[in-house]
């Protein structure tokens, strides 16, 4: 049974509500312009750094200007703000983001969620940061894509249908991770669909897509025998390369040093960083906000997935830009 709790606003409408001057239009279309032209020159590294899920407005604004000042001492790093506005649960239970904000009597208010999250993602780009978010819920693809310069397609969405077609549409970078068992055959296979044409029901219409040039993939680890493996070691980065070079598609790969590579233990990035370098990735996805922990309502902690404390995160961004610094001179 379906019940209609309410209508949702037009994408239009929240654009509306919360919209961009002049100068954050131009800033955001040169964001896509920087990261998308990076895929192919590779001359920053990439950095995807945040929460699990953005949750608290003011927290986030903490945390994004803290970012920002780490990112402007960092030239050799291309630094993304995570602001992920819906977050999925393998059993589909749990905080689900502030799209799904709460009111006051406890009832989800998508409609407020939308406009809170387009508040925080204005933020960011008044702030100076780039977004990216997670390319979850297709039907709010169009109330943020005047805001998100980098998509992801996560590891329970890289191999669906809808969320392939859509992407094969973005004109703007798109990372593709590795579903939650860990096979590379398979995100090669979602990379390749997400890259090329597609035709397709969406919005009452029939949609035709070009396929997606600015598409990569990452790295997330797996999970087999009900034990967490990564999969981002050297060996593991050169076979994926040329299972993508036979393809013809894009090498560029990105490590998402938590969730299965990590054990989900925020901790474990420090070292993943090392290892994902080490093995020559071109980018990396890392979880923290103000404070380490997870499971958690308190300020600047996550309420989902453990994540690195804002110091620990500082010591990884540190690391990869003497490590550039040494390699570039």
Known sequence: MFVEQKKLSNPMQYKKQISLNGELLERKREFDSQIAENLHTRDKFVVVCGPCSADNPEAMCEYLHKLKAVADRCPDLLVVARVYSSK?????????????????????????????????????????????????????????????????????????????????????????????????????????AVSNPCVFPYNGSQIATNGCKNAHIVLRGGLAQKKYFSNISKQDVMYVRNLLKQRGLNDFVMADLNHANSEKVALNQIKNAEIAFVSGVDGVMIESYL????????????????????????TILEYLQRQLYKMKN
């Open 291 to 314: 404070n380490g922990g997870g499971q958690s309502s308190e300020y600047g902690t996550s309420q989902t997935d453990d994540c690195l404390g804002f110091e620990t995160t500082v």
């Open 88 to 192: 999925p649960h393998s059993d589909g239970q749990g905080y689900k983001g502030t799209a799904f904000h709460l009111n006051c009597g406890d009832e989800v208010d998508l409609n407020g969620g939308i406009i809170r999250c387009r508040e925080m993602m204005r933020e960011c780009l008044e702030i100076g940061l780039p977004i990216a978010d997670e390319l979850l819920y297709p039907e709010l693809y169009e109330c943020f894509d005047d805001l998100v310069s980098y998509w992801f397609l996560g590891a329970r969405s890289s191999e669906n249908t809808l969320h392939r077609c859509l992407a094969s549409g973005l004109d703007v970078c798109c990372g593709v991770k590795n579903s939650t068992d860990g096979d590379l055959i398979k995100v090669v296979d979602s990379l390749f």
